[in-house]
T-cell receptor, first 113, second 113 residues
Framework: GDSVTQMEGPVTLSEEAFLTINCTYT??????LFWYVQYPGEGLQLLLK?????DKGSNKGFEATYRKETTSFHLEKGSVQVSDSAVYFC????????????FGTGTSLTVIP | SQTIHQWPATLVQPVGSPLSLECTVE??????LYWYRQAAGRGLQLLFY??????ISSEVPQNLSASRPQDRQFILSSKKLLLSDSGFYLC????????????FGPGTRLTVL
């Protein structure tokens, strides 16, 4: 079945450091891929998404490129801020399972000043 | 624009007591609705989803049940809470059968003592 595997956390970075959170997926067909962010005590918010191969999703300085050849959707940011401290979830859905999303286990990021 | 509400925001209940959590969506029709549970420090577990009024699919056997009495209302219930029911409960919605983003509510923090 479909699944998402993302990098184990927690991740601790200094402010202005480069961030990469790895995400790989297993899916039939052509899934859509998502990154969600969860701030402490809140629900999940959509951060970015990509719906076909080679698409790049971007938002708030975060980027992720849909790589079908490596079945990956790694999240990157060039310079993190303290306010980026949160839990990040990679997710997928596709037309074969159009009513369900598959989430990774989440990666906790802490950015220290 | 669409909004999703959950209440209560926090709840402390004794073991063996009943539970009712409510989720409502505004600004859309016939959404797909989802209930997730997030245990402390863990990922998301899909509990139930619904594609229409009275239509409920259960993903895991458990002490919980769900109902959808109206198009944009989704209720999570239990007759007798267990300690293991503690967690953060998230409701989400997305447009019908389209491969599209899931949008999450603010969540309910449930503590069973």
């Amino acid at each position: 079945g479909d699944s998402v595997t993302q990098m184990e956390g927690p991740v601790t970075l200094s402010e202005e450091a480069f961030l990469t959170i790895n995400c790989t997926y297993t899916a039939t067909g052509y899934p859509s891929l998502f990154w969600y962010v969860q701030y402490p005590g809140e629900g999940l918010q959509l951060l970015l998404k990509a719906t076909k191969a080679d698409d790049k999703g971007s938002n708030k300085g975060f980027e992720a490129t849909y790589r079908k050849e490596t079945t990956s959707f790694h999240l990157e940011k060039g310079s993190v801020q303290v306010s980026d401290s949160a839990v990040y979830f990679c997710a997928l859905t596709n037309q074969n399972t159009g009513n369900q999303f598959y989430f990774g286990t989440g990666t906790s990021l802490t950015v220290i000043p | 624009s669409q909004t999703i509400h959950q209440w209560p925001a926090t709840l402390v209940q004794p073991v063996g007591s009943p539970l009712s959590l409510e989720c409502t969506v505004e600004g859309t029709s016939n959404p797909n609705l989802y209930w997730y549970r997030q245990a402390a420090g863990r990922g998301l577990q899909l509990l139930f989803y619904s594609v229409g009024i009275g239509q409920i699919s259960s993903e895991v056997p458990q002490n919980l049940s769900a109902s959808r009495p109206q198009d944009r209302q989704f209720i999570l219930s239990s007759k007798k809470l267990l300690l293991s029911d503690s967690g953060f409960y998230l409701c989400a919605w997305k447009e019908g059968l389209a491969i599209d983003t899931q949008y999450f509510g603010p969540g309910t923090r449930l503590t069973v003592l």
